[in-house]
């Protein structure tokens, strides 16, 4: 079979790549993926039931049946004190529908799209799919805060739309008022839309979170958000998007050639889960706040790792450089002894091979335990990396001494036990 160009150019996740290796193992500590063990609330369950039994199980309107577009317009407007209708909103099949959708509203082949990171590898392949160019933005302050301008060194004629994602998934950072400010700032001086993932838009626990909507003007912004992460709905595939009307009734036309439509069973459960948002999204935030303090504490004083706990998600973005292992190679050699799975920094950009990210989406005790096993690991494969790098100095100074006083000296190996 000849496949297209295009295909070609599309990768595999590393999270994906990493469950699937660790599926080999019958009792790996699975920190890899962003799907939590708790399950979907029972009311949430129980109006799919009701669903079911009542026969509503036909397509539904492509943009997402009424009285569900009508729910988060009702629940947007209060949570970013707005006037959102349900002629702003299209339910889709996840969020990760709805920003492919909205990538191919927008970009036409050589258009350029500007990803603040780090993000994950999604996000640059839907650009990719439309034969446009991502641009990582990986520079940052302090706390994961991006620079900005850097942002504005990388904006040229081709430059269409900046994607920002707060909270952050893997860091758990969340953009402070004055820096969406000056985003939204920096896209209206050049004329750019703005794309604002905000998928963990509840999870939040030490910092409020503030939408970028609040100071950009909706013409040239799109929202998205999903069930999935505040509802432990990943299963059920529905999230929607904010925009215009007239962007709206253009995405449900892309979405009827792609999709249909969002299932419909899930669209009824989805409508219970925002009717009645803080009965459910409350005893969640909770819980994962609460495995938050479990796998830090779990963590602390772990030889070669480094960590800010973060303010919001269910993540920790760790810092392995001090381990002298790529974030590949520690998860590759992690899980082979220890079966512990987590996904490399690599997965979210270029330049985050020196981390690796963990989720607390795990029960306390399994958490424990990956902690326990993550620390029998550490303490061999630092003092591995502090002797590797002590070789590799001593090596190097008798190269350099040696060259001075012998011709053939140069092909002494400087290589370091890893190496050999």
């Given at each position: 079979m000849i496949l297209s160009d295009l295909s070609w150019n599309i990768r595999?996740?590393?999270?994906?790549?990493?469950?699937?290796l660790a599926q080999q193992y019958d009792d790996?500590?699975?920190?890899?993926?962003?799907?939590p063990d708790i399950p979907t609330p029972d009311g949430i369950c129980e109006a799919a039931?009701?669903?079911?039994?009542?026969?509503?199980?036909r397509y539904t309107a492509s943009a997402g049946i009424l009285q569900l577009r009508e729910a988060i317009a009702t629940y947007e407007s209060q949570k970013a004190g707005m006037d959102i209708k349900a002629e702003n909103v299209a339910v889709t099949v996840g969020a990760t529908e709805a920003i492919h959708l909205a990538f191919r509203m927008l970009l036409n082949p050589g258009d350029e799209v500007i990803i603040i990171g780090p993000t994950w590898s999604q996000c640059p392949n839907?650009?990719?799919?439309?034969?446009?160019?991502?641009?990582?933005?990986?520079?940052?302050?302090?706390?994961?805060?991006?620079?900005?301008?850097?942002?504005?060194?990388?904006?040229?004629?081709?430059?269409?739309i900046i994607v920002i994602n707060s909270p952050n998934n893997p860091t758990g950072t969340v953009y402070p008022v004055e820096l969406l400010k000056e985003i939204a700032n920096l896209a209206e001086e050049k004329g750019l839309y703005v794309f604002?993932?905000?998928?963990?838009?509840t999870l939040v626990y030490d910092k409020p979170f503030h939408s970028i909507s609040a100071f950009y003007p909706a013409e040239h912004l799109i929202v998205?958000?999903?069930?999935?992460?505040?509802?432990c709905m990943t299963g059920w595939r529905v999230g929607y998007v904010i925009?215009?009307?007239h962007f709206i009734k253009r995405l449900a036309k892309m979405q009827e050639n792609v999709a249909v439509c969002a299932s419909g069973i899930s669209q009824?459960?989805?409508?219970?889960?925002?009717?009645?948002?803080?009965?459910?999204?409350?005893?969640?935030?909770?819980?994962f706040l609460a495995r938050r303090k479990t796998l830090v504490d779990a963590l602390e004083g772990i030889p070669g790792i480094r960590y800010h706990i973060p303010d919001a998600a269910f993540y920790l973005f760790t810092d392995i450089s001090a381990t002298g292992l790529d974030s590949r190679s520690f998860c590759f050699s992690l899980l082979e002894k220890e079966h512990v799975s987590l996904t490399p920094g690599l997965a979210f950009g270029d330049s985050f091979d020196g981390y690796v990210r963990l989720a607390f989406t795990l029960e306390d005790d399994v958490s424990r335990e990956g902690a326990r096993r993550i620390r029998h690991f550490n303490g061999k494969s630092v003092k591995f990396s502090a002797c590797a790098m002590v070789w590799r100095k001593v090596t190097v100074s008798l190269h350099q001494k040696l060259k001075r006083t012998v011709p053939c000296a140069t092909q002494i190996s400087t290589s370091t036990p890893s190496e050999t």
């Open positions: 595999g996740t590393l999270g994906r790549k990493f469950l699937a790996v500590v699975d920190f890899s993926l962003g799907d039931y009701k669903c079911i039994r009542e026969h509503r199980t839907n650009v990719l799919l439309c034969g446009a160019k991502p641009v990582m933005a990986e520079t940052f302050t302090e706390g994961f805060l991006p620079d900005l301008a850097y942002v504005r060194s990388l904006i040229n004629h081709r430059t269409r604002s993932d905000e998928v963990y838009s998205f958000n999903s069930f999935s992460k505040a509802f925009g215009e009307p009824w459960a989805a409508l219970e889960a925002v009717t009645h948002a803080e009965n459910y999204v409350t005893p969640i935030r909770n819980t």
